[in-house]
């Protein structure tokens, strides 16, 4: 919890640096000397923060103890591998580029819509990639699944002594790594998100008193929603606890609204600063004095619902699909989408009842709803399992808390679970039955020359070729399958397939506002003739 929110802190101050420069060398040193003076000042309380953490693993039974070093192992051999995820091809590796080189740019929407996208996690990725030292830091994924791995530990071993099935759900987690392991190589905000959704979901059924849950619980979902806007209906536990406690707590919430006005402030700073748009995606209030704005056109092409349900409906059939149409299609889909659908289906019809006869006084019926909500909205914009699936997870550990109840059950299944990691992290496996994407059919695995040199922050070993484009110099990776991938090319890097398609059906092309590419990007109109 410690670490979490000193990452917080850190990304803050570091969304605030950005604005102003780049998140280089000079970042670095400032924070590693405030880092130097405020642990010596704190010096005491870094002890016993250490020496909680050791008493608390030497607390565990020995079988805990294999499983949990076991575990941690397979985490940090995992976070040696090439990243998995597609994303962190198209855009995660490039906005962390640009963060460490320039901070953020004016207008870097232009040269490649998803740049726009910046999250709070990847603003914290640039503080510890430590780009001028290293090029193939991009780990910190691992790092918090570490300190999440801890933390269920913690939880089995409350179990052990209290009973409480609700320390047992937690406890469980390791047994969703075959899922999480996918987000650990590469900084996905996902995981971020995850992570602290469970924490949120420990405080919010805990005994602690309403102050302490509402400071707790404002703080880290802030957090959240700094990394990732689709965790703003976290949101909704500290404002229950307000409501319900408001009397109690009013005098406390002076300053988590300056926390929350803070965030406000720097979210909207970095989505007008990379877009021109204060609410980005959204496109009301665009600062229109600002040459650098992406046209609208484009992102009410690329944001509407009919591009946003294209994943699972054809595009353009939208319109004519009825309700039902829409949910059947989504939740029966081929491959992974289709077990993570009818697993959630499931679990949405079974656990009010598991809720109500085994965890009658933890809150969960707050959660269950707070997780139908959640659906019911991206049903209307965005159905995208990852939005959603920490929920999902959470509840199906619920219903395993029920089913297993004996140590030696427990020890097993955890058990057998990290030896599916183990397989996964090091034979390689088609994943064709589960994906029709063929850019995720195949597991990256761990090499023994990884134990020293991790593997490169790309799982491409792309060919770039030197182009240009009216004053625009740009890298264009050759022969990718996806034309968003700009894997992990040299700024400024686009492919120019995604250009040619933008000149064509928006009639714009990036060019660079100035001289240099600090000075960012606008989306110059051209004659369709051309």
């Avoid at 499931?346 to 959660?367: A, D, E, M, R």
């Avoid at 496996?429 to 090499?447: I, K, V």
């Avoid at 990718?480 to 040299?490: A, D, K, S, V």
């Amino acid at each position: 919890m410690t670490s979490l929110l000193g990452l917080f802190a850190v990304t803050l101050l570091a969304g605030l640096w950005a604005i102003f420069g780049p998140i280089n060398l000079v970042f670095a040193v400032f924070l590693s000397s405030y880092t130097i003076l405020s642990g010596y000042y704190f010096r005491a309380d870094w002890r016993v923060l250490w020496k909680t953490t050791l008493e608390s693993i030497a607390s565990f039974s020995l079988p805990l103890k294999i499983l949990f070093w076991l575990s941690s192992l397979l985490i940090l051999v995992q976070s040696a591998t090439a990243p998995f995820v597609i994303d962190n091809e198209t855009y995660y590796i490039q906005t962390i580029k640009w963060l460490n080189e320039f901070g953020f740019v004016p207008g870097l929407a232009n040269l490649h819509l998803f740049l726009g996208q910046t999250s709070g996690w990847h603003i914290t990725q640039s503080v510890y990639s430590l780009s001028f030292l290293y090029e193939n830091f991009n780990d910190l994924n691992g790092f918090l699944l570490l300190m999440l791995n801890f933390w269920a530990f913690q939880h089995l071993q409350s179990y052990r002594v209290s009973g409480n099935k609700i320390d047992l759900a937690f406890g469980l987690l390791p047994l969703s790594y075959l899922f999480l392991f996918q987000f650990v190589n590469a900084p996905s905000p996902d995981l971020a998100v995850y992570v602290i959704a469970f924490l949120a979901f420990s405080i919010y059924t805990s005994d602690e008193n309403a102050t302490e849950k509402l400071k707790l619980l404002s703080v880290l979902l802030l957090f959240a929603v700094y990394i990732k806007i689709t965790a703003v209906v976290l949101l909704l536990l500290p404002i229950l606890i307000l409501i319900r406690h408001f009397r109690q707590i009013n005098g406390q919430f002076i300053p988590i609204r300056l926390l929350a006005g803070l965030v406000l402030f720097l979210w909207v700073i970095k989505n007008t600063l990379l877009t021109g748009y204060p609410f980005y995606p959204l496109t009301f209030l665009p600062y229109s004095e600002a040459d650098y704005v992406v046209p609208k056109d484009i992102l009410s092409y690329f944001f509407s619902h009919d591009m946003m349900h294209s994943f699972y409906i054809p595009f353009g059939t939208l319109e004519k699909a009825s309700l039902s149409d829409m949910l059947k299609h989504y939740f029966l889909l081929n491959g992974i989408d289709s077990v993570i659908g009818c697993t959630t289906l499931l679990l949405l019809i079974s656990t009010p009842f598991i809720i109500k006869k085994y965890y009658p006084k933890q809150g969960l019926q707050n959660l269950y709803w707070m997780f139908v909500v959640l659906l019911v909205l991206l049903i209307l914009s965005s159905p995208q399992y990852r939005f959603y699936v920490y929920f999902t997870i959470f509840l199906g550990l619920l219903v395993l808390a029920v089913l297993l109840s004996k140590e030696k059950i427990i020890l097993t299944v955890i058990g057998l679970s990290c030896v599916g990691c183990a397989v996964l992290v090091f034979i390689p496996m088609s994943f064709s039955s589960l994906t029709r994407n063929t850019m995720l059919m195949q597991n990256s695995t761990f090499e023994m020359e990884n134990m020293i040199f991790p593997k490169p922050n790309s799982k491409y070993k792309s060919i770039y070729t030197a182009e240009i484009k009216g004053n625009l110099h740009y890298n264009a990776p050759q022969n990718t399958e996806l034309f968003w991938i700009t894997g992990n090319g040299t700024l400024p890097t686009v492919s120019k397939e995604q250009l040619d398609y933008f000149e064509t059906y928006f009639h714009v092309i990036p060019q660079k506002r100035g001289e240099t590419l600090r000075e960012g990007f606008k989306a110059q109109n051209v004659n369709r003739h051309d």
